[in-house]
C-alpha cells in the first residue's frame, strides 16, 4: 500500500492506495446513505476498479476514488486511458477539497506511472460542475457502453481530462466494456 500525506487547512490527512475497496468499507463510507452516487436510476452494471485511493483524515476514512487502465475506441483507434469511477467523500466532510486531492492524486498516478494521457470518467449532471472546475470537459460525442442487452448510450455524464498537450480526439466513443 502507498501512503501520500498533505497537511491542507492545518489537519493532517493521507492518501493510501490499495487494491480492494470491500462492500463494508464502501458502506461505512456513504454513512447509511442508500444510493451515495445518486447513479441507482441508470440501472447500470459497472465494472470494478483494478486500484483504490482513499484519503484519511486523523485516520479515519473520508474519501475513496477508483482508477482502472482501459482502452477506449474513437471513431475506431485504439485510445489507452484511466478510468476514474467510484467517488464518495463521507456526507459530512463534503466541500472541503478531499474530492480535489483524491483526484489530483489519481490524475498524477495517470500521467506518472501508468504513461496516459487521458483519463475518462462518469457523473451525474450535478457533479459536472466539480470536475470542471479541475480541467475536466464534457465529451459531446456519444459514448457507447456495454451492458446486459448490448450496447447502448451511456446515460451519465461522460467527461474527459487530458494530461498533456494531446488534445481528446472528436468522434463517437466505444466503451466496450461495462463504465466505471
Known amino acids: 500500500m502507498e501512503v501520500h500525506a498533505h497537511t491542507p487547512h492545518a489537519l493532517p490527512w493521507e492518501i493510501r492506495i490499495a487494491d480492494s475497496y ?17 447513479t441507482a436510476s441508470y440501472q447500470l452494471q ?8 482513499f484519503l484519511y483524515e486523523d485516520g479515519r ?23 476514474f469511477g467510484g467517488l464518495l467523500v463521507r456526507k ?5 477539497g478531499y474530492a480535489h486531492a483524491v483526484i489530483q492524486r489519481a490524475e498524477s498516478i495517470a500521467r506518472g506511472e501508468m ?3 487521458f483519463v475518462i470518467s462518469f457523473c451525474r449532471p450535478g ?23 448490448g450496447r447502448i448510450s451511456m446515460p451519465a455524464v461522460s467527461i474527459v481530462r487530458c494530461l498533456c498537450s494531446e ?5 463517437e466513443v466505444l466503451l466496450c466494456s461495462y463504465p466505471w
Do not use: F
Open 61 to 83: 476514512m473520508v474519501c475513496h476514488l477508483g482508477l482502472l487502465r482501459h482502452t477506449v475506441e474513437v471513431r475506431g483507434a485504439p485510445v489507452p486511458v484511466a478510468g
Open 22 to 38: 470491500s462492500s463494508a468499507e464502501r458502506k461505512e463510507l456513504a454513512g447509511g446513505e442508500t444510493d451515495p452516487s445518486q
Open 46 to 53: 459497472w465494472r470494478p476498479m483494478e486500484k483504490h485511493l
Open 167 to 171: 488534445k481528446w480526439p472528436e468522434g
Open 127 to 149: 457533479l459536472r460542475t466539480l470536475y470542471e472546475q479541475m480541467g475536466w470537459r464534457e465529451i459531446l460525442d456519444p459514448v457507447w457502453i456495454e451492458q446486459g442487452p
Open 92 to 96: 459530512e466532510c463534503r466541500r472541503r
Open 115 to 117: 504513461g496516459l494521457s
